[in-house]
């Protein structure tokens, strides 16, 4: 795979009632050598300021917006972590550089994540960024006037061999608004197996594509609009092994370029079926 330098519904968890710490130490001569966690390990923990790294799984929750952070908002650095935004924003200022959540997974990789909407991300890089994350899913979130609105790519560029063995996988971006960011709405540079489902990926500037797949295999797009984009609407790029994915009734109306395009040329790496458009790049796109 070519890559270039570019860009479940969760459980709520209710308190539950305390063991008495007589049944806990009797708890504990039984079973010698295992440790016991108190429901505090399982309630929801609040974040309150710009900088948080994220480092145990977990529930989270913001209390409060967060603004002018200098760099990322949120760094998640543990599998199996929820966040509820709650209606909140995050406000970064490191636009060439920082994103409101970032997950970086490298080369280990990162699990079972969960963003969860309502709550606005804006003035980053990205509104969410996505390297090597698998089994996680983003809902009901607004990425507004960051450079993209989210990125699902790789984990580690240092060479196509690492970009392939990093790529996210089997994600669930679903029911997000990305929309007047300075560049795409969502991209993927490196991707396997994700669906992006209704998502409103209109509105993007500066040559944008509302959802550029760039490289990446099997995933599906469906029910998607992505109007009105400077660039395109959706857009399959050439790099190898950008095969199998599916787009689906989608619709891409009057944007800058072609509403839709497939770089292959053709229609047999990649399935356009039911989609609504005006303009399209290569015949075949239905």
């Known amino acids: 795979m070519k890559f270039s330098g570019c860009l479940t519904m969760h459980r709520r968890i209710t308190a539950r009632k305390k063991i008495a710490p007589v049944l806990l130490a009797g708890i ?50 543990a599998s199996s972590v929820t966040i509820e935004l709650q209606g909140h924003i995050i406000q970064v200022t490191g636009a ?10 490298g080369d280990k990789g990162l699990t079972n994540l969960e963003i969860a909407g309502p709550g606005t991300l804006t003035g980053g890089l990205t509104g969410i960024t996505f390297g090597n994350v698998h089994n996680s899913r983003v809902h009901d979130v607004t990425m507004v ?27 669930e971006i679903f029911d997000n608004v990305m929309t007047a960011n300075n560049g795409h709405g969502i991209t993927m540079n490196g991707g396997s197996k994700n669906l992006f489902l209704h998502n409103n990926v ?6 944008a594509v509302g959802l550029l797949l760039y490289a990446g295999q099997d995933n ?51 399935t356009w079926a039911d989609n609504s458009f005006v303009s399209n790049s290569s015949g075949c796109i239905q």
């Not at 010698?32 to 994220?54: H, N, Y």
């Not at 529930?59 to 990322?72: K, S, V």
Request: charged content about 10%; hydrophobic content about 35%.
């Open 220 to 270: 599906v797009a469906q029910d998607n609009t992505a109007d009105a984009n400077s660039g395109w609407g959706i857009y399959i790029a050439i790099a190898a092994q950008s095969s199998g994915n599916k787009v689906e009734h989608n619709t891409a109306i009057g944007n800058g370029n072609a509403d839709m395009n497939d770089q292959n040329g053709d229609c047999t790496h990649n």
């Open 202 to 207: 209109s509105g993007n500037n500066n040559g």
């Open 96 to 105: 060439n550089s920082a994103s409101a959540i970032n997950a970086p997974g």
């Open 145 to 171: 006037q960051n450079s993209f609105g989210m990125a699902v790519n790789s984990g580690d560029f240092t060479s196509d061999a690492t970009a392939t063995a990093t790529v996210s996988a089997n994600n």
């Open 28 to 77: 504990a001569l039984l079973f010698p050598g295992q440790s016991l966690r108190s429901d505090e390990a399982f309630w929801s923990k609040a974040i309150t300021g710009c900088g948080t790294v994220i480092s145990r799984s977990g529930q989270y929750f913001l209390a409060n917006d967060l603004t002018q952070c200098p760099g990322d908002g949120i760094s998640i650095a």
